[in-house]
């Protein structure tokens, strides 16, 4: 399959380009851009900043301010990285505020009488007037090009990784964020249901943009959309054909906690009506140039929303998550020397498991040190029935731990420390609790890799969302299931 | 007819507050604020306040917010004039930015080495988030609502009205406007084209907003919807219920001056395809609280593009416009004693024109002072054969004189001078030109008031837009034809 | 308000000549088809016969049969009443069956083997073939044709006009019967709910085909949409801008009885959440060319279906109709001479209130021979409350005696004889029974003469409405409540 | 890929039956039908035939007829194909016409004077009353239930089969035939273009209906839709999921000639504003159960009609066509002796080149007789230069020959010979003229083996093909290039 379906930028140039360029030849004076070096050597770089100038002059108004943004597009597009790295940067540096006018605004309102809250307000307004810089003037013209706002949000996920080592385009990436943070607004998205009559074109970037099951075929696609499965998409209606985020439900009875078992083809499919549980089984950005603009609170809750309404017999909504962060801290434990990591009972038991699996007659007192680390590094336990009994209480035991205990520092002082796992953050702060460690809930590869096949359910329970959020955020609280709870107290 | 198309916010009340009472119901600790004191005397201030708090804390997470901004819609909305303008005084004051914190950002400006361009961006992106006020956070809530953006929209309409004589108002109102410009940004309108199939409800709109030649009645609008006429609107998906503003056009043989023919029912209609011209003979906003975002030479641009697109033929693309201050101007000059308005040969052609009206046998020498004015004043003359030809030429020459040279002061120093004539200014800014006086093209009660009955053409020529809109922001200078160029020399 | 949507056939010509001009035009030899003599005489009469020929030999294919199909509908419109007759007397007439072969193919059936199935399916198949006249394979092109399947209807209804003095015409009338009630099927029909929000082309011709309550404005319009109203109609998708029949309906508490207080605007409107019943009020056929195929049935039960879905709370289901027969039939009898029509204490009660009405000290016997008939004929006792009183007992009886035992005679042998009142009957064999009388339920100047301002409820009970219809349709037992069941036996 | 989209009728029962059920569970006494024995034994025979009793009987008006309907529907799907053979047998013997009222209305024809026009039409009128089976009205029934015309269609697709060998089917299927004709009548289709936007579900349809060139993948697919082809489709309203006919259009320059070329998908794709030829490579009917109803004339000229209009600049419509018939026609001839199939100069070469192949280094005389034979039945000769060359004259000729010359006789008579190979037939019906032959244009294993290779062009001329379709009619002439008259009078 096909998976490239943003063929980067000088693919799209094809398509795009050919869409701008009637856009573009209407107007005239945009002397050589159409005919770059795609390096941007100084020579073309100061026709770059000629068509920055004339497109910002607006000579000719708004219409052929469009015009100038669609062969300034057009010549960006027509880059090499290199000479898209120029013209951005162009745009950052020379483009700026003018940080004298800004200066001056900022130093008047030191003479602004504090009691005037008429003034202050119209002198905090030219601030804020100073603070616009021309650059951002011109990235608003691409809203009114066919295609334009997907070109900013590509042109963003660019800025994102280039700002990295390039803080000189933090300036320009924060504006773009700011724009698109305005203009992808939570009010204008569609909550959309993606079916097996949606436009495949649509469908295909599905199967491309899941990030945490990977769709194998049209095949696994078409399951997946079966009448027992739901998928739900963001849609913003300025760029109709991309997913935002999507979300895989899965209607069952119980509480699923085996991923291959959800992700079975051959398993029978079930009367969705007799559906008493809806597990949120797999939740996917699909634009980079959106990071930091967030929505997957929205579309969890909304979705909620919609599936009690359809069927009135599901009142379990939960999520069968991935423990990306388990292993990674497990190693590192391991690393400084498996010191508490283990009970003594667990040791104990531990050993007795090695001694079954080498066939040794003899009993052993308890596993040495090493023992637990070499097996985890290893992943033959998995097929022996005695180390996997005997390495399911620690690694459960410890599971929880991470996901509960570890911490990161908070970011601002006085907020609460957040828990380290990125995936368990974002279901607490959404308000959810910890329900459920599942052993081996994902044999795949990737599953024994990230968190030694487990998989935990996140339960969002619709009138404890609030309490549960406001503990977590206020005091760091996790909220869990009495189960869990005596994982982390043991 | 029924034009109370927008019954005013309580009339709402009873749609929208029962549309957000079950959003607002999720949400517990709302209290009282469904049974306020329309007047909202300070006991209920207090809850108002505790609803606001509650609301940019955030409990629950962002769902809540928005059940959160529901409640306090409903609020705002069960208030009298008085409890609303107290309601958004609080909005303003208390809720605007903490001054010490952007003073003390602002300050920290002067700290930062004017080298380091990086430091100097987080600096002041620092002032940039110190300027966001808290009440801009809570506005921005209710575009999540069903019909929150119009919600938005009508508040701004009020509190534009409020703040003339309100300065503590004007904070919040700029606020409104930025977020708004925004959401309105020209990129996510659709222009669409309004037929006899559209939504009767979208049509009652029409009749309701139209502002220049009032709609008398559903036939009124149909005729004005056959198929030598075209009416197009600009239309944001989150309110496709409501025209932004829109413009009509009658498909012509050869420029039309006279706006009775053009709305004449009776008049056969004719083939469009056999058109040459596009007469755009009305454009009005739809939305108060959106003065001050732009979109008029948008969409002229874009049906001048539509059209040509659609009908080869038609080549010539014109306005037919009222000249909505000049008798006004007129007026004033009258006052000021008719000094240098007349010509010496119009007043002697207009002394004739009175003894032949008033049946004196005797020529006179010429029209006394006094007589312009008072012939003005009256409105015999139209229907007086004699009169209405003599006061032709000077009424037509001074109507040119004020459309063309007629200034007011320029907005900021080292700025064009602009026309006085508001609508004159709206279309050569967009790069038209004046073409033609239309004597008596307007002999409507409203016609004859505003401009002695006069009408005018602003011709749109596709390859001179550019140059005509450079030449009136720059310098000021006004495209003409060599008719109406003839009539400001002379 | 302008009610001439369907401008008659020479009205459309100007919409349809010109769409079907650029299909007509593609086919070579219509000579002379599109200039005839409006009154078709003899010399223009045979280039009819041409253009029929030309078009059922197909030369061409079947894409040329469709222009020259195009070219004889152009020919038709352009006819005059007399012309157009003659063109319907030729397609009659010159192109039915063959009637030698149908006579041969109907002898072959005799010499087939009675025990041969299969042999008589075939020779079965001959005869029906045979039947088959050129002139539908000429009806069926304009299928084809935009807007071809509302100009048959159209053409259905002219010769249901016709057919009625002019025998000749009725075997092609019943062709084009056949032909639409395949078209028309019931399972090509789309229920739409009409609102405000519909297109206003649909809802002028729901203004104009109203046939039971007038639609007298836009706004009156506007609240029979209101949202404690509802209108259906089916839609067929080739001829999506017309409905084929609507119904409207009140959603109430309790049984309506008085039409005038349901379309009264300036009552406040229900929240229809709350209401208990849904009541019918007004059925309308918008084609007459579709007379004799049967909607209204189907429409009902998915409205009811539709409504009990939406509603759980709307239990009852009625219609408030007219009883457009009632005064007829009561105008007989009292020409007949009034004989059995009052009971003697009736009579007396009458004599009583006409003594008060003329203010007459002295009681009366009784009213005398012929008073009854004066005032029903009259109108004045409606304003005299003693008159009205007296009036009541006797026309309510007189109404339920008339709906429920007055009958045609059956139209087949064998089959239960129908009741006289063409509404009832519709009801009546749709499985409703006859509910309530209301008593000046119409008082318009149409019901007076009607019904005497009486009208009905006919109550759709779901589980009785197959035993209804069965017992009705078979033995023609009418269903009534206990009430109605009173009157009739009184 | 799962190319199984119709599942046969027993896997569509979950689906259908699901819908269905809540139809059918309206209506009382549909006793046992839920449960039969799917061989459908005598004692479960007795009660399909009191379902369709009662749905004749319409007992509860046509609701309640539908409901019983869809009973017998789940009924007919829950059998075997045993039990379904005596489901129709009943259907087709016992709700046949009834001969005798046939008999006796046939009869009465002669009774009636033959110049009484209107009494002579009413007597048919009669008969042709006599001559609609009950088994037709319960066959409408169908139509009104979801989905129910798609079951009537693949009905009728089961019905084809089994009429082969059992006659007393053969009145059903024609019913059957004769309804469907009306419904899908070709004014009812909608021609719709198909793209990568459209619904997987019904690209699906299309990977699974392609007849002629197999869709292999998706990826296959996607290619066909790229923006130098295009894919048309009529769909009809009431099956909207389903295609009917499909067509697939590459936009090149020039004729094409090979159909691997056309299909290649590495080749770079054309701006289709540039070509100036559209080649209809395949087209596939979708439904077995409309044999006999022919839509692909008019899908054929109405994609001629809009390409012509979106691209002017093409101006050549041809086809790539297989020509199935040639080699089964060949193969024939070689069985009989090859006598006459070589001219002498065709043998000689033949013999050379057999001698080249081999590495004789002798010339020979010629080919012997059976080498030709052997040569074709083998498929050696491709590889080999010298052998391809010297067949290829010969082969092209015959081919032209078979393709023009060789007739089967006329069905009726009186009408023209029609030409043996099937897609030629359908073409030169329509219009179009044998253009070229392609040697090799197909080396796919079907091509080789359905035409030695050889693909031909038939070429639609807008003007021409009237003419052609009546030449070809008419007299049995087939239109032709003037290299392919050459070659078949060689």
Redesign the interface.
């Known amino acids: 399959?096909?998976k490239e379906v943003s063929p980067g930028l000088l693919g799209r140039l094809r398509t795009w380009g050919t869409l701008w360029r009637d856009i573009a030849d209407k107007?005239?004076g945009a002397d050589g851009l159409d005919s770059l070096n795609p390096d941007l050597p100084e020579e073309d770089a100061r026709k770059i900043r000629a068509g920055l100038d004339d497109c910002l002059a607006a000579?000719?108004?708004?219409?052929?301010a469009r015009a100038r943004a669609a062969t300034l597009g057009r010549a960006y597009l027509s880059l090499n990285e290199q000479g898209r790295v120029r013209f951005l940067e162009i745009l950052a540096?020379e483009y700026?505020?003018d940080?004298n006018r800004?200066?001056d605004a900022?130093?008047a309102?030191?003479d602004v009488d504090?009691e005037d809250?008429?003034a202050?307000?119209?002198a905090?307004?030219r601030?804020?007037d100073a603070?616009e810089p021309p650059r951002l003037r011109l990235l608003?013209q691409?809203?009114?090009?066919p295609r334009?706002?997907k070109f900013l949000v590509d042109m963003r996920a660019e800025l994102l990784q280039l700002a990295r080592d390039n803080?000189?385009l933090?300036?320009l990436e924060?504006d773009l964020r700011d724009?698109l943070a305005?203009?992808f607004?939570?009010?204008?998205l569609e909550l959309q249901r993606i079916t097996?009559?949606?436009?495949?074109?649509?469908?295909?970037k599905i199967i491309t943009y899941e990030a945490v099951h990977e769709i194998r075929s049209?095949?696994d696609l078409?399951d997946r959309l079966d009448h027992d499965r739901r998928l739900y998409a963001f849609v913003h209606?300025?760029m109709p054909?991309e997913p935002l985020i999507f979300v895989q439900v899965a209607l069952v009875n119980g509480l699923a906690g085996n991923i291959q078992e959800v992700l079975d083809s051959s398993s029978p499919s079930l009367d969705p009506e007799q559906a008493d549980t809806a597990i949120f089984y797999s939740i996917s950005n699909a634009q980079a140039g959106l990071a930091g603009i967030s929505f997957g609170?929205?579309l969890i809750?909304q979705v909620v929303e919609r599936l009690s309404h359809s069927f009135p017999k599901v009142t379990t909504f939960s999520t069968l998550s991935p423990i990306p962060g388990f292993r990674n801290w497990l190693d590192r434990r391991l690393a400084e020397g498996e010191v508490g990591l283990l009970t003594q009972q667990e040791r104990k038991a531990l050993g007795q498991a090695l001694a079954a699996h080498a066939g040794d007659g003899e009993t052993r007192g308890g596993a040495s040190k090493g023992d637990f680390k070499a097996l985890i590094e290893g992943a033959d336990w998995v097929g022996s029935e005695p180390l996997a009994t005997a390495l399911k209480a620690p690694l459960t035991r410890l599971c929880a731990r991470y996901i509960v205990n570890e911490r990161r520092p908070p970011r601002q002082e006085g907020r609460a420390a957040t828990v380290l796992d990125p995936v368990a953050h974002f279901h607490l702060?959404?308000?959810a609790r910890v329900e459920r460690l599942n052993w081996l809930g994902d044999r795949s590869e990737k599953g024994m890799a990230r968190s030694v096949g487990l998989m935990v359910n996140y339960l969002y329970k619709i009138n404890e969302?609030?309490r549960n959020?406001?503990a977590y955020q206020g005091q760091g609280k996790v909220a869990t299931s009495t189960a869990i709870r005596g994982l982390t107290r043991g």
Chains 1, 2, 3, 4 share one sequence.
Do not use: Y
């Open positions: 399959m096909n107007v005239s000579r000719g108004g708004e219409v052929s540096r700026a505020t940080h800004v200066r900022a130093a309102l030191t504090g809250f008429s202050l307000q119209l905090e307004a601030v804020r603070l608003r691409f809203n009114a090009l334009g706002i803080p000189d933090r300036g924060r724009l305005g203009w607004d939570i009010g204008f097996w009559n949606s436009p495949a074109a649509f469908l295909e049209w095949e078409k209606p300025n054909e609170n929205f809750k702060t959404n308000g969302i609030e959020h406001e």
